[in-house]
Structures are given as structure tokens and as C-alpha cells.
């Protein structure tokens, strides 16, 4: 957690929008848009640890690196993209996607780059976030408010380290693959690649051709899919871009299809039989293109699903690569120039790739969120036993923030992206009361997130992700109890339709916020004002024109007297209100 030493609640506030987001990935840029699109808002600013824009897509750079779910839904339903080349796209090409969606709906301008967002703070009187926002060049702190406040902080944002010994003495160059460093050429190099997950089985194709030697030291086992990348066909591209609908329904087939493959993913007999068809189909392809000297190292004993598919970008050919060789011996140590293996053995090395992923499980790791009461994000996870979120994106304590992409969004089945927008719209539609000026404070209940992550966790107890396997869903912290904070337990669809239909009785809406109580206040005013003058006008003009029928009607005490005194009363009792801050 980042020191606060330097920051206080006395520092003076910079500046204000009514929406702020942490973070400039698919999640905050998704936000901007579709605040735009629903509402006509731009009052938002986003701040950014890093140079760019992109999230995911700026930060992992590595050679092979290119999404797994097909770009037709690993992207925004309301910007369909005809001109994607391959269905498996590159970081490059998803980065380019991303940033003409930030461009088109004008958010680059309402980022600040290179801005920590290191503590935000609920101020109780103002209805408001308070953040303090580190720039990292020249280390001045700078304070924001702003009403609503997200946390589009992604899943893999911090590296994991790796628990060899050593590391510090190695002599040459030695990065994580989400800090891949391209002044590093690799041609005929001996390099090390620790890992086989996603990245790791992506990594290995893209660079053994360039090296003299490569060794992948790996620790567990995955189900490596047959390949489903290839070319997008002119033809189809062609379609996409001119006839009207087809990217619509190519993307609502994906959408079915992944579905489908949810299924996979339950409890049950006919659950456990679909995995068994997959897992023969799997097992089959791998064994037909691996050496069958790795076989015994590749081949999993867990069932399909468990851990994150790996789809085939080439890996399990490279591995017939002469100077390529597995191993999933233990590393004793890391030395200067290479590994020293628990037989003893020295692999010799000239730059180590670390593919060994993310700090999974964990969110805010370098930023302190503080609700209500002074309640830290952590200890409110602490009360749960890990990181939750009511519907994966709220928490009681800490009205007016969203999490986007929050704990147990993740699916191993379907694109990140649905699950994002899903959120994003449940969220709007949530304050969109208060965008109306009905209240200023959306909250939800804590005994409905209690309810809520109470589901969520047994339904997640009947799914393949609790059948024994140890994967990034449910990576234990601290060697606490293991809390799977990653995996959502229902399909996409349960998903879109609870979003769709918020449940308002766990939700309270209410408070002010000092804009809006001076509106409010103004208001009473003018409309106290306006009956003082109308009144005093009438009178003024029946005394001048007393024999006309409005004056002889408004002689009549009893017409006139009733309908001041309502007028009165109501607007009396607002001022009331509005003075003692109780209006909601
Ligand atoms: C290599 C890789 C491949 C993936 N492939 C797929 C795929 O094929 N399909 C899929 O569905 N998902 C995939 N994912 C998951 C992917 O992360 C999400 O799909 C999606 O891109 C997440 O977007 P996001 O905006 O929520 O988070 P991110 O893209 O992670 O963006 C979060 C941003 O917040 C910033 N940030 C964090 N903390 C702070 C702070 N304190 N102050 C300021 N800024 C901060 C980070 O710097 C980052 O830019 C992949 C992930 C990785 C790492």
C-alpha cells in the first residue's frame, strides 16, 4: 500500500467533475462512452498511472501477445468493428480499436497520464470523493472531487514476483512479460522463459526461431485447445462494413456459441459429461501435436475449465524445436548468468522472461479507497474474508463508487467485455435518479451485499472452478482461506439480465450535495418570491379594476384563501427541508 505520509485532508482541492474514473482501459473508456450515449455528459475525467491509454492493451507488449475470445465480442457491443484482420487480434491492434473509441467520443482530452491515484476519501458533508492524485514525474500530489467515482483498476495490473532467490544477481536482463522490454534484442540469445499459462504458451512461438537456446521452466499443467485464430476473409470484412446488421449478428452468434460452452462450467451429469467430450477432444489434439516426450509435462489430470482454456497459437509445434526445452524441474537459485537447478544442473542464460502472470484476487493494491466512517476498502473486504462487490461493482459504506471489472467479473467462457458494459449500464441506471436530480447518493445495503456474495460463493462451490485445481481464480492470499474473487458462477446472460433490472429495495437513494441543495434552496426561493409577487399583483389589480369578475372571485375569501394557503404551506415546508438538509 502506497504511504500516505504526504497527503491530508487539509490539502486544497484543485478541481472538481461530476464523474471520475481510475483507470483508461476498456472499462473507463466503455464508461465515458456510454455516459455520453444515454446521457449527453462529458463532466469526467479519468486519471492514469501509466503514459497511455489501452489498460491491458498498452501494458503487455510481448512478442505473440493477442487476445483469446474472437474480436467480433472481444469488443464494445455500440462500436462493432468490421476492419478486424485476424479473429484472434494482436495487442497492437486491440490498442489501435481502444483508442479510436476514446477519440470518437472526445475522452483523451479528460485523461491525465502518468496520475496514481494513490487514496480517495467519501466527504460526508459534501455528498463527495475527494482523490489524491500522485503525478509520477514530478511527484506533486494533486487533489480532485468529484461526485461519483470508478474504479476501473483492472484484474492483472500487478505483476507476480518470483519467489526464486537470487534474482537480484542476475547479470542480464530480466522482465516481467507485462514490462516487456523491446531494447532487448533476443536474436541468438539463451533466454529462460518461466511459465506456461496464457502468456507464457503465446510468448514461447513468437521468439524461439530467434534464439540459440530456450528453456521454459514450468509449474503446472493446462488444456491447450485446438487453434481458433486465423484471417479475417475479404469477403467477410467486405460484408461486415457494408451490409447493415452483419456485425450485429455475427456478434450475437459468438455470443450464443460461448453460452453454450457455459454449460461446461456447472455442476452435474450432463455438466461432467459435456466436460468429458471437451476434455477428449482436447486431449487428443494435444498428444497428436506435442512431442510425446512432453506429454507426461503438458497433459493435465484436472477437467477442462478449471483453469483458463489456452487456445493454440502455435506453442505446441515450437515445442518440437530442437533448441527448445521443457522443464518442470524446481530452480534451486538464480545466478549471474543463469539457473541452478535442484538436480544440481546449471542452465546457462543470457535474459530471463518472467510469463509467470498477475497478483490475481487482490484489487487497490497501490490505491487506499475510504467509505463511510473512515472504513478502508480492505477492512470491508476483511469483514467478508476476501475482495466481493454486490452484483461484482458495489459495496455498502461506500455510496456513489463503482467497481468496473470488480471482484468475480471474470468468465472462463466469454469475452471480459460483456460483463464490463453490463456493469457499466446497471450502474447508470442506478443514479440515474440522481443524474435527475431525485437525491444526490446512491448506496447499497449491507445486507444485501451480504446476501448477494453469500449466493455468489455457493453457487461458486458447484462450479469446474472448485474442482480441486489451483489456478489465478482462486490463488490464495497470504495463505488465507481460499477465496475465489475472479470467477463469476452464472453465464452472461444471468449476468445482463440482473443488470437490466436493478433491484431497488437494496439500494437507498437519498442526500444532497451542496450544488444541489443550493439549487434546491434557489428554487424554494424563487417559487416563495413568485407567489409573494402574484399575490400582491392580484390584489394590487382587483383594488384598480374592482368591478371585474376576477376581482369580485378574489374578493371571495373563499375561493382565494385555500389555494394561498396550500401554495403556502408547501412551499414553506420545502424551505424547511431544504434548510435542514433533509430533502431526499
Ligand atoms: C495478456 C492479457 C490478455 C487478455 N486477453 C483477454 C481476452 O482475450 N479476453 C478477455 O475477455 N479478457 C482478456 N484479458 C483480460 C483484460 O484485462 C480485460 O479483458 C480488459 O482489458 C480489462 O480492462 P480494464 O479497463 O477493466 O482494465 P485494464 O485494462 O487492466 O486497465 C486498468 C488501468 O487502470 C490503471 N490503474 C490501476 N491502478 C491505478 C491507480 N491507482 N491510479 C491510476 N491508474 C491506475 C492501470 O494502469 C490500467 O491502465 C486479458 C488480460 C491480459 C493481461
Given at each position: 500500500?502506497?504511504?500516505?505520509?504526504?497527503?491530508?485532508?487539509?490539502?486544497?482541492?484543485?478541481?472538481?467533475?461530476?464523474?471520475?474514473?481510475?483507470?483508461?482501459?476498456?472499462?473507463?473508456?466503455?464508461?465515458?462512452?456510454?455516459?455520453?450515449?444515454?446521457?449527453?455528459?462529458?463532466?469526467?475525467?479519468?486519471?492514469?498511472?501509466?503514459?497511455?491509454?489501452?489498460?491491458?492493451?498498452?501494458?503487455?507488449?510481448?512478442?505473440?501477445?493477442?487476445?483469446?475470445?474472437?474480436?467480433?465480442?472481444?469488443?464494445?457491443?455500440?462500436?462493432?468493428?468490421?476492419?478486424?484482420?485476424?479473429?484472434?487480434?494482436?495487442?497492437?491492434?486491440?490498442?489501435?480499436?481502444?483508442?479510436?473509441?476514446?477519440?470518437?467520443?472526445?475522452?483523451?482530452?479528460?485523461?491525465?497520464?502518468?496520475?496514481?491515484?494513490?487514496?480517495?476519501?467519501?466527504?460526508?458533508?459534501?455528498?463527495?470523493?475527494?482523490?489524491?492524485?500522485?503525478?509520477?514525474?514530478?511527484?506533486?500530489?494533486?487533489?480532485?472531487?468529484?461526485?461519483?467515482?470508478?474504479?476501473?483498476?483492472?484484474?492483472?495490473?500487478?505483476?507476480?514476483?518470483?519467489?526464486?532467490?537470487?534474482?537480484?544477481?542476475?547479470?542480464?536482463?530480466?522482465?516481467?512479460?507485462?514490462?516487456?522490454?523491446?531494447?532487448?534484442?533476443?536474436?541468438?540469445?539463451?533466454?529462460?522463459?518461466?511459465?506456461?499459462?496464457?502468456?507464457?504458451?503465446?510468448?514461447?512461438?513468437?521468439?524461439?526461431?530467434?534464439?540459440?537456446?530456450?528453456?521454459?521452466?514450468?509449474?503446472?499443467?493446462?488444456?491447450?485447445?485446438?487453434?481458433?485464430?486465423?484471417?479475417?476473409?475479404?469477403?467477410?470484412?467486405?460484408?461486415?462494413?457494408?451490409?447493415?446488421?452483419?456485425?450485429?449478428?455475427?456478434?450475437?452468434?459468438?455470443?450464443?456459441?460461448?453460452?453454450?460452452?457455459?454449460?461446461?462450467?456447472?455442476?452435474?451429469?450432463?455438466?461432467?459429461?459435456?466436460?468429458?467430450?471437451?476434455?477428449?477432444?482436447?486431449?487428443?489434439?494435444?498428444r497428436a501435436v506435442a512431442p510425446e516426450k512432453y506429454h507426461d509435462l503438458l497433459i493435465p489430470d484436472?477437467?477442462?475449465?478449471?483453469?483458463?482454456?489456452?487456445?493454440?497459437?502455435?506453442?505446441?509445434?515450437?515445442?518440437?524445436?530442437?533448441?527448445?526445452?521443457?522443464?518442470?524441474?524446481?530452480?534451486?537459485?538464480?545466478?549471474?548468468?543463469?539457473?541452478?537447478?535442484?538436480?544440481?544442473?546449471?542452465?546457462?542464460?543470457?535474459?530471463?522472461?518472467?510469463?509467470?502472470?498477475?497478483?490475481?484476487?487482490?484489487?487497490?493494491?497501490?490505491?487506499?479507497?475510504?467509505?463511510?466512517?473512515?472504513?478502508?476498502?480492505?477492512?470491508?473486504?476483511?469483514?467478508?474474508?476476501?475482495?466481493?462487490?454486490?452484483?461484482?461493482?458495489?459495496?455498502?459504506?461506500?455510496?456513489?463508487?463503482?467497481?468496473?471489472?470488480?471482484?468475480?467479473?471474470?468468465?472462463?467462457?466469454?469475452?471480459?467485455?460483456?460483463?464490463?458494459?453490463?456493469?457499466?449500464?446497471?450502474?447508470?441506471?442506478?443514479?440515474?435518479?440522481?443524474?435527475?436530480?431525485?437525491?444526490?447518493?446512491?448506496?447499497?445495503?449491507?445486507?444485501?451485499?451480504?446476501?448477494?456474495?453469500?449466493?455468489?460463493?455457493?453457487?461458486?462451490?458447484?462450479?469446474?472452478?472448485?474442482?480441486?485445481?489451483?489456478?489465478?481464480?482462486?490463488?490464495?492470499?497470504?495463505?488465507?482461506?481460499?477465496?475465489?474473487?475472479?470467477?463469476?458462477?452464472?453465464?452472461?446472460?444471468?449476468?445482463?439480465?440482473?443488470?437490466?433490472?436493478?433491484?431497488?429495495?437494496?439500494?437507498?437513494?437519498?442526500?444532497?450535495?451542496?450544488?444541489?441543495?443550493?439549487?434546491?434552496?434557489?428554487?424554494?426561493?424563487?417559487?416563495?418570491?413568485?407567489?409573494?409577487?402574484?399575490?400582491?399583483?392580484?390584489?394590487?389589480?382587483?383594488?384598480?379594476?374592482?368591478?371585474?369578475?376576477?376581482?369580485?372571485?378574489?374578493?371571495?375569501?373563499?375561493?382565494?384563501?385555500?389555494?394561498?394557503?396550500?401554495?403556502?404551506?408547501?412551499?414553506?415546508?420545502?424551505?424547511?427541508?431544504?434548510?435542514?438538509?433533509?430533502?431526499?
Amino acid at each position: 500500500m502506497a504511504s500516505h505520509s504526504s497527503i491530508s485532508l487539509e490539502d486544497p482541492v484543485f478541481s472538481y467533475s461530476q464523474f471520475a474514473c481510475i483507470g483508461s482501459g476498456f472499462s473507463a473508456i466503455a464508461l465515458g462512452a456510454t455516459l455520453q450515449r444515454w446521457y449527453g455528459i462529458t463532466d469526467i475525467r479519468f486519471f492514469e498511472k501509466q503514459s497511455q491509454l489501452g489498460g491491458t492493451w498498452h501494458i503487455n507488449q510481448y512478442p505473440g501477445c493477442a487476445c483469446d475470445i474472437p474480436s467480433a465480442l472481444y469488443s464494445l457491443s455500440f462500436e462493432c468493428n468490421p476492419n478486424w484482420t485476424r479473429v484472434l487480434p494482436t495487442y497492437a491492434e486491440l490498442w489501435e480499436y481502444i483508442n479510436g473509441v476514446a477519440r470518437k467520443y472526445d475522452l483523451v482530452d479528460k485523461m491525465t497520464f502518468g496520475a496514481a491515484v494513490e487514496r480517495c476519501v467519501w466527504i460526508e458533508d459534501k455528498g463527495r470523493w475527494r482523490m489524491w492524485i500522485r503525478q509520477k514525474q514530478t511527484g506533486q500530489v494533486i487533489v480532485h472531487e468529484c461526485q461519483f467515482l470508478y474504479g476501473a483498476v483492472g484484474f492483472f495490473d500487478q505483476p507476480r514476483e518470483l519467489e526464486i532467490p537470487g534474482a537480484e544477481r542476475f547479470q542480464g536482463p530480466m522482465f516481467h512479460s507485462a514490462r516487456w522490454r523491446h531494447d532487448v534484442d533476443l536474436t541468438g540469445k539463451r533466454v529462460v522463459v518461466f511459465g506456461n499459462g496464457c502468456t507464457g504458451s503465446q510468448i514461447v512461438p513468437a521468439i524461439v526461431d530467434k534464439t540459440t537456446s530456450l528453456t521454459q521452466v514450468v509449474r503446472s499443467k493446462h488444456w491447450v485447445y485446438p487453434p481458433i485464430d486465423e484471417k479475417v476473409p475479404l469477403w467477410l470484412m467486405f460484408t461486415l462494413a457494408n451490409v447493415p446488421g452483419t456485425m450485429q449478428l455475427q456478434r450475437f452468434l459468438m455470443f450464443i456459441k460461448m453460452e453454450v460452452e457455459f454449460i461446461g462450467f456447472w455442476d452435474g451429469k450432463f455438466a461432467k459429461a459435456f466436460r468429458k467430450k471437451r476434455q477428449r477432444q482436447v486431449e487428443a489434439y494435444m498428444r497428436a501435436v506435442a512431442p510425446e516426450k512432453y506429454h507426461d509435462l503438458l497433459i493435465p489430470d484436472f477437467e477442462v475449465g478449471c483453469k483458463r482454456r489456452i487456445f493454440d497459437s502455435g506453442y505446441l509445434k515450437s515445442l518440437h524445436n530442437e533448441h527448445l526445452r521443457l522443464t518442470d524441474e524446481p530452480v534451486e537459485e538464480i545466478l549471474p548468468h543463469g539457473l541452478k537447478m535442484k538436480s544440481g544442473e546449471i542452465i546457462e542464460a543470457d535474459v530471463i522472461v518472467m510469463a509467470n502472470g498477475f497478483k490475481t484476487n487482490e484489487f487497490f493494491l497501490d490505491c487506499d479507497i475510504v467509505g463511510r466512517g473512515g472504513e478502508t476498502i480492505h477492512e470491508h473486504w476483511k469483514s467478508f474474508g476476501g475482495a466481493e462487490a454486490y452484483t461484482c461493482e458495489s459495496l455498502s459504506g461506500f455510496p456513489n463508487f463503482f467497481l468496473l471489472g470488480g471482484p468475480n467479473v471474470a468468465t472462463g467462457h466469454t469475452s471480459f467485455l460483456i460483463a464490463v458494459e453490463n456493469a457499466i449500464n446497471y450502474s447508470l441506471r442506478i443514479i440515474e435518479p440522481l443524474l435527475k436530480g431525485k437525491g444526490s447518493v446512491a448506496e447499497v445495503k449491507r445486507k444485501a451485499e451480504e446476501k448477494y456474495v453469500q449466493s455468489l460463493h455457493h453457487a461458486l462451490q458447484d462450479t469446474v472452478f472448485s474442482t480441486g485445481c489451483s489456478s489465478w481464480y482462486n490463488r490464495t492470499v497470504d495463505g488465507k482461506k481460499p477465496w475465489n474473487a475472479s470467477a463469476y458462477p452464472w453465464s452472461q446472460a444471468h449476468h445482463w439480465y440482473s443488470c437490466l433490472f436493478p433491484s431497488w429495495k437494496d439500494w437507498r437513494l437519498s442526500g444532497q450535495t451542496e450544488k444541489n441543495k443550493i439549487v434546491k434552496q434557489s428554487h424554494t426561493l424563487t417559487r416563495l418570491l413568485t407567489l409573494t409577487a402574484f399575490t400582491l399583483g392580484m390584489v394590487f389589480w382587483s383594488r384598480r379594476n374592482p368591478n371585474t369578475v376576477l376581482a369580485s372571485l378574489l374578493a371571495q375569501p373563499r375561493t382565494i384563501l385555500p389555494w394561498l394557503a396550500g401554495a403556502a404551506v408547501k412551499s414553506g415546508t420545502e424551505a424547511f427541508a431544504v434548510i435542514r438538509g433533509t430533502w431526499s
